[in-house]
């Protein structure tokens, strides 16, 4: 099946009415085109500005995904200057088509508007054809934004087509919000302002501000002075006085807007959808009888909304949700809220791998988000049932598993932040299905439930380590982790339980660091533990699942194994690794040991201390690194690979290195990597790619300087080669260090 087109929508403050008017347009024109739409909603844009609100904005690193081919983006919905940066920034790294909504030309991006300035302008028309005011002040949004000054502009076509008298004290920018409307109000109630017959307001909320404040200094609105609004919102219309106020064209805006994005991304044109132009609203606020903008649908959803709201509030949903230690039980004790998102289609509640697996961090462990992080859905819920989960991850480039499955019909998601102050759970999946509509406040709160729940459910998982941790911790040895002599006895304990009277035979194999105590007079207890450490290391890539393995004196390690003949490939793999280690840029492990084994039936007279004694005795193997270094051409090859590892950057020509060790050039490339397991020119270009990290790894060099630094003439043969060594290029790989 071809693949279907998916555009994203950026935006916040998605449950106010103007902005669900546009996503109505963008939903329903984007099925009238089956395309998918994914909705990335942030869902607080307003002060005073918090830790919780500064980080909901990770949301907005799935725009780096590749299931995304175009963006559409309301810019001017985000009122802080750095989320708005932040958000430009991604869109740009996107490489994407983006189309900006009620936004002036950009440099980059390509803009859709609609006619904001013909509006405005009826608006005041009835104040002046209608009530007959002269004196009219308008408040608008902030200076220099697009619809601020559309808005303004409007206001003035009028005056001036009324031959009315208008100057700058009457043209005042504000801030769409509530404070430049009560500093207004106070300025006319102190004397400072003459007062106006009558006052438009570049929005609802503005006006509805500006009338309680001048109510409040005991002047009546509309008796003194007359007020008008907005965007027809369901404030303005249950608001007293209800406001005249202007049903903008949203609709239209985002059908068009997704109509323009999908010709650049398709050079082809969609059939368009129907759509009507707004319309003025009259209510009582200018001085009119008012009447009812308010249709049927309307008045039963908001009804609804209502009773949820109290149903919400009387309930025990955040204390039954809250109560749980872990995401299973959560997703269980949640699905039985979901009745409360109001023609909800589908709900899909994701969480990231760090925070499904917090058993391993502690409390104080921040939980971050970057794009490419892995999810699990926990929870999958259809308006009528559960829905079977798969239960693998996914990578957040995918954004949802949904939108890579075979479908006949497009679909259109909000997908909003699931996290608690700067610590990021995952995000929430919302459908209403066929349609086209937003979410209420109601959903705010819901969603505000699972973050609380989550931060509960993360601490108290955090704690039951803790206690485990302490537990736990006097079993296990404090330098490499590994069970002790105690730990050890239990769990050989529940060997014994398992296996006995089924006639298994255990093999105890014993493993003595005889070099330790050389190092120990020479290098001092540091050094050993950091050896001890890494041949731990060592020997936990060859145990078994079945095996029972830890340290059981300082310089012991013991391994309980089922199985014969694993001593000889225990011995076989460490003294291979201790001997390559001399060579790495880790601990350097090529130090003398002796292994030892004893066998014996697993019964209940058995004793693992008994065992290991006779282990002991029976040493079977003895390395020693004085043999394992005696090759002269061994020696010759070591002394070159450090000269490569401090050098990497020097031109080294295979030719001229063969005739300086009296070798032909192909038994050269032959016996290095029979040695070192790579070629030279593999170990040099490693050696350059690990230098070039450590260098990136300071911000006061250029990638192009990093480069001739590692000894690369082309930065793009640079770029090339860290980028297949390492995945990602230099550039991304500085950022995620910075």
């Not at 323009?260 to 129907?274: A, E, N, P, V």
């Not at 929430?428 to 729940?453: T, V």
């Not at 030719?655 to 990597?673: D, M, N, P, R, V």
Request: hydrophobic content about 35%; overall charge neutral.
């Amino acid at each position: 099946m071809k693949k279907r087109l998916l555009i994203g929508v950026i935006m916040t403050s998605c449950h106010i009415d103007f902005q669900e008017e546009i996503l109505k347009g963008i939903i329903s024109q984007a099925f009238k085109s089956k395309c998918d739409i994914a909705v990335l909603a942030s869902f607080h844009n307003s002060y005073p500005d918090t830790v919780h609100k500064k980080y909901e904005k990770n949301i907005f690193q799935l725009i780096l995904s590749d299931r995304f081919d175009g963006f559409l983006y309301d810019r001017n919905t985000f009122s802080d200057n750095k989320v708005r940066n932040y958000i430009d920034d991604l869109l740009e790294r996107s490489g994407k088509p983006v189309m900006l909504l009620d936004s002036p030309e950009h440099r980059i991006f390509e803009s859709t508007a609609i006619d904001d300035c013909s509006a405005f302008e009826k608006i005041t028309d009835h104040l002046i054809e209608v009530h007959g005011f002269n004196r009219i002040y308008c408040l608008t949004g902030p200076k220099k934004l697009f619809v601020s000054e559309e808005r303004l502009k409007g206001f003035k076509n009028s005056m001036k087509k009324h031959g009315l008298y208008y100057d700058r004290s009457c043209c005042i920018y504000g801030d769409f919000w509530k404070d430049a409307a009560k500093e207004l109000a106070g300025s006319i109630i102190n004397g400072n302002l003459k007062r106006p017959d009558a006052i438009v307001c570049g929005n609802d909320y503005s006006a509805i501000s500006l009338i309680e404040a001048l109510n409040n200094g005991g002047i009546c609105v509309p008796d003194d002075i007359a007020v008008t609004g907005y965007d027809a919102t369901v404030e303005a219309r249950n608001f007293y006085p209800s406001l005249t106020t202007f049903r903008r064209p949203n609709f239209q805006l985002g059908a068009e807007s997704f109509r323009r994005l999908y010709r650049i991304i398709t050079g082809r044109i969609c059939t368009k959808i129907h759509n009507d132009n707004g319309c003025l609203r009259i209510g009582k606020s200018c001085g009119c009888s008012g009447q009812s903008y308010c249709t049927k649908g309307s008045e039963r959803r908001d009804m609804i909304n209502e009773q949820y709201k109290t149903d919400i509030l009387n309930r025990d949903m955040l204390f039954d949700i809250t109560d749980t230690d872990n995401p299973a039980d959560f997703a269980d004790r949640l699905d039985n809220y979901t009745y409360y998102i109001y023609k909800m289609k589908r709900v899909e509640i994701c969480l990231t791998k760090k925070y499904i697996e917090l058993s391993c961090r502690g409390i104080s462990k921040k939980l971050d988000f970057k794009f490419g992080d892995e999810l699990k859905t926990i929870m999958l819920k259809s308006s009528v049932k559960s829905e079977n989960i798969a239960g693998d991850y996914f990578s957040s480039s995918e954004i949802l598993t949904i939108f890579n499955k075979e479908r006949s019909y497009p679909v259109a998601y909000y997908i909003s932040p699931l996290h608690y102050n700067e610590n990021f759970f995952g995000y929430s999946a919302l459908s209403f299905g066929k349609e086209a509509m937003s979410f209420s406040e109601i959903y705010f709160y819901w969603i505000n439930c699972i973050n609380i729940a989550l931060e509960q459910v993360r601490i108290k998982s955090a704690l039951n380590n803790i206690i485990y941790t302490a537990n736990h911790a006097m079993l296990t040895d404090d330098n490499t982790g590994l069970l002790n002599k105690k730990g050890m006895e239990k769990s050989f304990s529940d060997m014994i339980k398992k296996f006995i009277g089924k006639n298994i035979i255990a093999y105890f194999i014993r493993i003595q660091l005889t070099g330790l105590s050389k190092i120990y007079y020479h290098s001092g207890e540091d050094r050993c533990k950091r050896i001890t450490c890494a041949f731990a290391s060592f020997l936990r890539e060859c145990i078994m699942e079945d095996e029972i393995f830890g340290l059981w004196s300082d310089d012991t390690f013991c391994i309980v194994a089922l199985a014969e003949n694993r001593i000889s490939e225990i011995y076989s793999f460490i003294s291979k690794r201790a001997e390559k280690s001399q060579f790495e840029r880790t601990e350097n492990c090529n130090i003398d040991f002796i292994a030892g084994v004893h066998n014996q039936v697993i019964d209940s007279e058995i004793s693992l201390e008994s065992a290991v004694h006779k282990s002991a005795v029976n040493r079977v193997f003895s390395y020693n690194i004085m043999e394992s270094i005696k090759n002269p051409q061994f020696e010759k090859l070591c002394l070159l690979r450090e000269k490569i590892m401090k050098n990497p950057e020097f031109a080294w020509n295979i030719s001229e290195i063969a005739k300086g060790l009296y070798l032909s050039k192909s038994y050269l490339q032959k016996i290095y990597k029979s040695y070192f397991g790579k070629s030279i020119i593999e170990e040099m270009i490693q050696f350059r790619i690990d230098k070039a990290k450590e260098l990136l790894e300071k911000d006061d060099m250029t990638i192009t300087d990093i480069a001739k630094e590692c000894g690369y003439s082309s930065y793009n043969y640079f770029v090339r080669q860290f980028k297949k060594s390492e995945g990602i290029s230099p550039t991304d790989f500085r950022r995620k260090l910075l």
